[in-house]
Nanobody, 122 residues
Framework: QVQLVESGGGLVQTGGSLRLSCAAS????????MAWFRRAPGKEREFVAS????????YYADSVKGRFTISRDGAKKTVFLQMNRLKPEDTAVYYC???????????????WGPGTQVTVSS
């Protein structure tokens, strides 16, 4: 099992940027497709972006395409989410997890990290 800890959230104005990090522990990290999810108040959890085990392939939800960039550092066992041109509708708690394939919205690990709060003011 891999343990995950997200960080980097905060309060920004519309149009601002944030960079989220997801630090993973566990030797099998490099084997997984990793993904970011988010949960907005009163809404279901939704898929945001995924990245292949080697970092070559990425996939994004339509709502963030062109604004967010997912990346990973295998040596540091960390996945990043660079978020630019933020909008109020991006306000949510952001989590990372692994998925079985790039377009999957079903996380592998039952145990989630604490998440990191992103708040975008209008």
């Amino acid at each position: 099992q891999v343990q995950l800890v997200e960080s980097g959230g905060g309060l920004v104005q519309t149009g601002g940027s944030l960079r989220l990090s997801c630090a993973a522990s566990g030797r099998a990290f490099s084997n997984y497709i990793m993904a970011w999810f988010r949960r907005a108040p009163g809404k279901e959890r939704e898929f945001v972006a995924s990245i292949s085990w080697n970092g070559v392939s990425t996939y994004y939800a339509d709502s963030v395409k062109g604004r967010f960039t997912i990346s990973r550092d295998g040596a540091k066992k960390t996945v990043f989410l660079q978020m630019n041109r933020l909008k109020p509708e991006d306000t949510a708690v952001y989590y990372c997890n692994a998925v079985n394939y790039m377009t999957s919205s079903n996380p592998i690990f039952d145990s989630w990290g604490p998440g990191t709060q992103v708040t975008v003011s209008s």
